[in-house]
């Protein structure tokens, strides 16, 4: 029997790593600019083009590397960061793996000039496809210019994998926003297709650099934290609860000035703000950790965005005690117990539901749709992608009252057919945490998603409209002045075409302002401007193009967007009428998305936790 072990080849090799390296344009930007930092360089410009597919290329003033170092430079686990096992425990740079330019060069042409400021002469270094082209002398800056062409050129399957010019650039705004905030006594200059996006200087303060960056607006929200524990600091901004949104906040953890993210942390902000602001909103904060090296550990991800601490449940109090002393010195008083307040529902007068008209038909009549619980596929669950119209068409019959049995097995068919049509009894809804509502069944336990709910109902609402009403639009009074961060205008430009096409009328007054002269006929103005800006929050928005038509994809967007509007602390009579509407829809089982509306815990499952 031949011998089938082999040892796969250096080019081989490289191209395995850049699919942990360089996943997309943005990983390469993060790359080469956090390369720059480490050479101390305090001007860097990045310029891009076609996000990314056809040209990436940073310009620094760092150090410069002589030529011999700048042939090294391409080779595997070559680096200048390291040179001991003692060294990954005091890791002070951002790179130190020595992967990235050797992955870079696999899957794309990249070019090298470089000098440092003592010598006279630069050196220039090509390499295509991971093979070494040439190394000659050139006359250039001190510094490093690295320029990236055709990123997966001898990759085709991983190139067309890309997404749109739009998404993929906003990956790396996202980049470039994690490497800026931490170096506001480094310039950024950052173009695309040979536009200016940002020109940063220089900034006086860690605040006047989030302010530059996002919204001017954050000047009077942000509160300084600044905590020392001996063996850790804590600093930076928090937002005000006035601050908060129901959809995307800025959110951002650094450690020694390296952005991670880390699920564990998140919590002890939460757990910091969950007496001052409601439990579906987000805060906005800028959170540093400043630690000895030697307590974390940065080599636990490809892409070294996960950290370790060695006192996790230490850090995660201290960070708590940071951020409440922070709210309680700037006159921040705490609000409800939101959590007890979700339990006193079944008391509150308020029975109104204004987003969400009655049906005029009899909805439910003696039918009680939790009975039973379609077997929902796990592909839904973990593939966001799937398209909601192949889930309308295919999966949910014509017939909506037959959701619940069509597929039941005859053993799980209650032996009194009656229990079936038993309604449960309205006083029995009950809200946890704003994000559910809870209602017993014969069966076990009903828990339904309320945003889900709301979104599910307000997509057909729109859809409905967006047919019947004929694309029309209406003519504002007085234009409606819109100013756009940059990040809002990737998620316009993406979007415009679909946006007009609905009914909006916009007038460019400026390269990041525009007028609102026209508005879907079928909204009133302020809920038209509230749909809008609220879209372009959305991180996600124009990743959603997975409907089978423009109006499918806009009545989702919209959806979403409104549904994140509502107020979640329902009443008795909000919950019944919620949960009604939702069950007369065609899609009861999943919102918009794909994703389930509501989930059943039987009674078998309730018993196993006692047995």
């Known amino acids: 029997m031949p011998d089938v072990i082999k040892i796969l080849p250096e080019s081989l090799i490289n191209k395995i790593a850049a699919g942990e390296v360089v996943q997309r344009p943005s990983s390469v930007v993060k790359e080469l600019v956090e390369n720059s930092i480490d050479a101390q360089a305090d001007d860097i410009t990045i310029n891009i083009q076609e996000a990314g597919k056809s040209l990436i290329q940073v310009i620094d003033n760092g150090v410069g590397m002589s030529a011999t170092d700048a042939r090294l430079a391409f080779e595997r686990h070559a680096t200048s960061k390291i040179s001991s096992t003692e060294d990954l425990f005091h890791i002070q740079t951002k790179g130190f793996r020595g992967e990235a330019l050797a992955s870079i060069a696999s899957v794309a042409q990249v070019e090298l000039r470089t000098r440092r400021k003592q010598d006279q002469i630069g050196t220039r270094v090509v390499i295509e ?118 959809k995307y906040a800025d959110q951002y953890f650094f450690v020694n000035n390296r952005y991670f993210r880390s699920s564990y942390l998140h919590r002890a902000v939460m757990k910091a703000y969950e007496k001052v602001i409601s439990p579906e909103l987000k805060p906005i904060y800028f959170i540093f950790f400043e630690i000895d090296p030697s307590r974390i550990d940065v080599n636990i991800h490809p892409t070294k965005i996960e950290v370790n601490f060695q006192d996790a449940d230490s850090v995660y109090q201290l960070l708590i005690a940071a951020i409440k002393k922070a709210l309680a010195q700037y006159g921040v008083i705490p609000m409800l117990d939101f959590e007890a307040e979700a339990f006193m529902n079944k008391n509150s007068d308020n029975s109104d539901l204004d987003a969400i008209p009655f049906m005029e038909e009899d909805i439910l009549g003696d039918y009680n749709p939790f009975d039973y619980q379609e077997e929902i596929p796990d592909e839904s669950k973990d593939n966001p992608s799937t398209s909601f119209a192949g889930s309308r068409k295919d999966r949910i019959p014509s017939n909506w009252q037959d959701l619940f049995i069509e597929n039941m097995k005859e053993e799980e068919l209650p032996e009194e057919k009656n229990n079936i049509s038993t309604p449960a009894p309205s006083s029995s809804f009950i809200s946890f945490k704003g994000k559910y509502i809870i209602t017993p069944l014969k069966s076990g336990l009903a828990i339904i998603n309320i945003k889900r709910a709301y979104e599910t109902i307000f997509f057909e609402q729109f859809l409905q409209q967006l047919s019947d009403n004929q694309l029309h639009s209406q003519q504002t009074l007085y234009p409606i002045k819109i100013t756009l961060t940059h990040r809002q205008l990737q998620s316009f430009f993406a979007l415009k075409a679909q946006f007009e096409a609905i009914g909006y009328v916009f007038e460019r007054i400026s390269e990041t302002s525009f007028n609102i002269v026209g508005i879907p006929s079928f909204m009133e103005l302020q809920e038209a401007q509230e749909i809008l800006m609220n879209i372009l929050n959305d991180p996600d928005a124009e990743s959603l193009n997975i409907y089978e038509t423009t109006l499918e994809n806009l009545a989702a967007l919209m959806a979403r967007t409104k549904a994140g509007l509502q107020k979640s602390n329902l009443s008795l009579s909000e919950m019944e009428t919620l949960v009604n509407r939702l069950f007369a829809s065609p899609s009861p089982n999943y919102s918009p998305g794909g994703k389930k509306n509501f989930h059943i815990l039987k009674i078998e499952e309730i018993d196993k936790f006692f047995s």
Do not use: M, W
């Open 129 to 246: 496809g991971g093979k070494f082209i040439l190394q000659e002398p050139v006359s250039c800056p001190s510094g490093a210019n690295f320029q990236v062409k055709n990123l997966f050129f001898n990759v085709p399957a991983r190139r067309k994998f890309l997404k749109s010019e739009q998404t993929e650039f906003k990956h790396i705004l996202t980049e470039f926003y994690r490497i800026a905030i931490p170096h506001p006594d480094v310039k950024f200059s950052l173009y695309h297709n040979k536009q200016i996006i940002y020109k940063l200087e220089k900034s006086s303060s860690l605040k006047e650099r989030i302010v530059n960056l996002f919204e001017k607006t954050y000047n009077k929200y942000l509160i300084p934290i600044d905590t020392n524990a001996g063996f850790i600091r804590i600093y930076g901004y928090i937002g005000t609860p006035e601050s908060a949104r129901k």
